[in-house]
């Protein structure tokens, strides 16, 4: 939500978490209609009747038939049908219009038009039914895959120089190759607008990111001005992936976007039916991610058509607000009512089944995304505990106290794993047993997910500030204080961190 979103939609202390709405979802292939501009038709006035008084010496001829006026009533039928032409016309140019106007709400910034296709409108509709009827389902794929060359990865190069997802990589361990010197300076910052929960993706020499204000960025990083922007209209809190070339992201407004990761030109959408707070990971050629609705999709990265996909619980409840990792062909993710899910990523019949599900005791959400590393997929809860389970067989290994629930998503290497809590700290716990290594107080609570280099924890906080830690022993190397709160995760390119705020700036540190 990296919420980040992959906090999902960070909200700002004490404000209250969304839940899922009831919606009654519209035919996704039928944008929501806009209403047709009135016809411009003029009334004429009717004539206030006059007694007119005939002018004395007035000859008065006594009424009888009238005669020779052929000529008038010929003209007056002209008349009649050149009146009645203008108004079919002005009808069938308002019907135009209005076709036109409800064709342009599918269409992107870009202005390329909405691609659904008969297969997705289908797919879309028979969701919505199952959705209203309260089932459970997975739906297979309307078309064979389409690869072209090889199948897009969200992953980060050897070299460090790329953040091409919001975790580094499909399986969202966290880290970068990177070492780091510090103290680390400002190198620049840009405020575009709005409060940003985005964390930014690096590819192309660009950082991509959404806002509040339904703006999606690209800035150039070495001019650090604006390359391309596209307006949506609906709030963009989600993560952005970058992969084979495109840019994918969803909004609340219901529809997932791939655009052109250099010049920003739309690519495809899809609709979800309820807004998005998950964000994409692109793994094999898929673009994986869920939707407030509690509807998990697998989309063609190329086509921008489903390949699966699986309504979890019902329209009642059961929210996907964490953003999935992919690993060893399994796909991982939580849910809003407590019930972590592990399915296979090519889930294309309509009989697969999870490979396994776990329901948290205490029912509480999950709004902290997954990493796996080592066959053990970790992630936390609103219940205030960090989960390590198998990933072969769903069997738990461990749980952790946070002591206070966590929307932080955890970072995992070399044997130990970094989250954030809402109790104010940053903790350290030994990857085997639990155990607990070290903790670090920050001044409020950590929505930010940490992010792992070479010898360095860098992680932001609900105080403003961005820390750098030891990662041996959780000691400060070195911060830095935005002007609002840190909801998203720093992300680590060329021995550089971007990072974006709440303050609505995107900003650049090194040295």
Avoid at 349 to 373: E, F, H, N, R, Y
Wanted: with cysteine.
């Amino acid at each position: 939500m990296s919420q980040e979103t992959e906090k999902t939609g960070t909200p700002k202390p004490n404000q209250p978490t969304a839940t899922p709405k009831k919606v009654a979802a519209p035919a996704p292939t039928s944008p929501k209609p806009t209403p047709k501009p009135p016809v411009s038709t003029t009334v004429k006035a009717t004539p206030t009747a006059t007694s007119v008084r005939p002018t004395a010496n007035r000859r008065v001829t006594p009424a009888g038939p009238k005669r020779g006026h052929g000529l008038e009533i010929a003209l007056g039928i002209v008349l009649a049908c050149l009146v009645l032409g203008i108004i079919i016309v002005l009808v069938a140019t308002s019907a135009g219009n209005s076709t036109k106007t409800q064709a342009s709400a599918t269409t992107s910034a870009a202005n390329v038009s909405n691609p659904l296709t008969p297969k997705n409108a289908a797919t879309v509709q028979a969701l919505v039914t199952a959705l209203g009827n309260g089932e459970t389902i997975v739906t297979a794929a309307p078309v064979a895959p389409t690869p072209t060359g090889a199948p897009a990865n969200s992953l980060v190069d050897e070299q460090g120089q790329t953040w091409p997802v919001n975790g580094a990589n499909p399986a969202r361990t966290r880290v970068s190759p990177t070492t780091l010197k510090f103290p680390m300076q400002k190198l620049w910052d840009n405020q575009v607008g709005g409060e940003l929960q985005s964390s930014p993706a690096i590819a192309n020499g660009l950082a991509y990111f959404g806002s509040s204000n339904g703006s999606f960025y690209a800035i150039d990083i070495q001019t650090h001005q604006v390359k391309w922007q596209r307006q949506y209209g609906a709030a963009i809190a989600p993560s952005p992936a970058v992969a084979g070339g495109k840019v994918f992201f969803g909004t609340s407004a219901g529809y997932v976007y791939a655009l052109d990761a250099l010049t920003g030109k739309e690519m495809w959408n899809f609709p979800t039916i309820e807004q998005v707070l998950s964000s994409p990971v692109v793994a094999n050629g898929v673009v994986y991610i869920g939707s407030n609705l509690g509807v998990f999709w697998a989309i063609d990265a190329n086509t921008g058509l489903k390949r699966w996909s699986a309504q979890i619980g019902n329209a009642n409840g059961a929210g996907i607000n964490t953003s999935p990792a992919v690993s060893d062909g399994t796909v991982f993710f939580g849910s809003n009512n407590g019930v972590f899910y592990a399915f296979p990523t090519d889930n294309v019949t309509t009989s697969t089944k999870p490979k396994w599900t776990v329901q948290l005791a205490d029912g509480k959400g999950i709004l902290s995304s997954p990493a796996v590393s080592d066959g053990v997929v970790y992630f936390a809860s609103e219940g205030g505990k960090l989960y390590a389970y198998n990933v072969a067989d769903g069997t738990k290994k461990w749980e952790a106290n946070l002591n206070g629930p966590s929307r932080s998503s955890p970072a995992v290497a070399n044997g130990v794993v970094y989250i954030g809590s809402s109790d104010k700290k940053v903790y350290a716990f030994n990857t085997k047993d639990g155990s607990k290594k070290w903790e670090f107080a920050t001044g409020d609570a950590v929505f930010s997910s940490p992010v792992i280099t070479n010898d360095t924890l860098l992680i932001g906080s609900n105080d403003t500030k961005l820390y750098a830690l030891d990662l041996a022993t959780g000691q400060e190397k070195w911060e830095f204080a935005t002007d609002d709160i840190i909801g998203s995760s720093p992300a680590v390119a060329g021995n550089r961190v971007y990072l974006t705020s709440f303050d609505g700036r995107l900003y650049a540190f090194g040295n």
